[in-house]
């Protein structure tokens, strides 16, 4: 189910809940990298006490389950791949849940306030650093390869295929915004036969990301109707897949 964005008494400091990460003040489209460059100085100077009270609010809210924030929570230059704006931003990659939603919510809420409250003694301005909790399978390199699975005929696909698209289409924000729809091995392990068998879907930029939870319940419960529980659905901005397919 998809969880509603935390708000405060101030609508700039409301959060937005995607696909396995939470954002302030904005959610930016994937795919994110932190680059190896400098900070402005005006946050460089500051960054030691932002990293620690963003620490802080991760050990509170058990983001971490191994406790290594020195690892995990990073404030750098994220720039939209490939040629995107440069932005200083604050990320934590933490393992993701549908439980977890809420809690992340509130911790990057807490972010915020903090960055707020401490934009107001310093040269730092409101919004100039951006704040994101993500999974780490949202940051990592990812591996795909054909499928040879006994039980998942090309018969059985295509009609599975149909009913993927007709969930798609039937939520305004996927709705007309599909440009592939594909079957793998697909996720995080270099071996890529080692990975689980995943529906790969990519839809245009201009599917609202927010939407997305609801879409991908009604395709698991559709998967679990036809027997196919076992696959992974995986959903990203991406419109250069189809150019692939074509």
């Not at 959060?15 to 460089?44: C, F, T």
């Not at 992340?104 to 915020?112: F, G, P, R």
């Not at 704040?131 to 998942?152: H, K, R, W």
């Not at 245009?204 to 076992?230: C, P, Q, R």
Request: hydrophobic residues 40%.
């Amino acid at each position: 189910m998809a969880s509603t964005p935390s708000t405060s008494t101030n609508s700039e400091l409301r959060v937005i809940s995607g696909w396995k990460r939470v954002a302030w003040p904005e959610l930016r489209i994937l795919p994110l990298k932190l680059l190896p460059e400098d900070l402005p100085a005006h946050i460089q100077q500051a960054s030691q006490e932002i990293l620690r009270n963003a620490r802080i609010i991760v050990e509170k809210h058990k983001l971490l389950p191994d406790g290594n924030e020195e690892d995990h929570v990073n404030l750098g230059m994220r720039r939209q791949m490939p040629y995107g704006a440069r932005v200083p931003s604050l990320v934590v990659v933490a393992p993701w849940s549908p439980e977890m939603t809420p809690v992340w919510e509130e911790a990057v809420h807490e972010m915020a306030v903090f960055l707020t409250e401490f934009s107001k003694t310093s040269s730092i301005g409101q919004g100039d650093i951006h704040v994101e909790i993500i999974a780490p399978e949202l940051q990592q390199t990812l591996y795909c390869t054909s499928i040879d699975e006994p039980g998942l005929s090309p018969e059985d696909w295509d009609e599975v295929r149909d009913k993927v698209y007709d969930c798609l289409e039937s939520f305004d924000t996927t709705k007309g915004k599909m440009s592939t729809i594909a079957l793998f091995k697909y996720g995080v392990l270099p071996d890529p036969e080692a990975n689980p068998t995943t529906i790969y879907i990519s839809v245009f930029i201009d599917s609202d990301e927010t939407g997305w939870y609801e879409v991908i319940a009604a395709m698991k419960s559709m998967l679990e109707s036809v027997g196919w529980n076992h696959v992974q659905i995986h959903m990203e901005h991406n419109e250069g897949w189809n150019e692939i397919f074509d």
